[in-house]
């Protein structure tokens, strides 16, 4: 299994989860919440930022970042858009 450390496998393991997934309904979103979460973790790591970092613009735990980036939670909007903002992004990035 790839641990996502570049953004080459990052980008990899999204298409990869939209053919495994193949975008049904029933997936839609799970599908949403892996590809935000590969998302985050690829524009933080091309911003060279740590998990803690991150979490302490938005306020939450490394865990929380940790669990939004392999896709184990789901952010709400407006976390998304204070990650959005902390590392320089729009919110259609995601």
Same mark, same amino acid.
């Given at each position: 299994m790839?641990?996502?450390?570049?953004?080459?496998e990052?980008?990899?393991?999204?298409n990869?989860?939209?053919?495994?997934?193949?975008?049904?309904?029933e997936?839609? @979103? /799970?599908?949403v919440?892996?590809i935000?979460?590969?998302?985050? +973790?690829k #524009?933080?790591?091309?911003? !060279?930022?740590?998990?803690?970092?991150?979490?302490?613009?938005?306020?939450?735990?490394?865990?929380?970042?940790?669990?939004? @980036? /392999?896709?184990?939670?789901?952010?709400n909007?407006?976390?998304? +858009?204070? #990650?959005a903002?902390?590392? !320089?992004?729009?919110?259609?990035?995601?």
């Amino acid at each position: 299994m790839k641990k996502n450390n570049t953004t080459e496998e990052i980008n990899t393991s999204i298409n990869n989860l939209l053919e495994e997934w193949n975008i049904s309904d029933e997936h839609n @979103e /799970k599908v949403v919440t892996h590809i935000i979460g590969l998302q985050i +973790k690829k #524009i933080r790591l091309i911003n !060279k930022k740590t998990q803690t970092r991150v979490a302490r613009a938005i306020k939450v735990t490394f865990q929380q970042v940790q669990k939004y @980036e /392999k896709g184990t939670n789901g952010t709400n909007p407006y976390n998304l +858009k204070q #990650i959005a903002d902390t590392l !320089k992004v729009s919110i259609l990035y995601f």
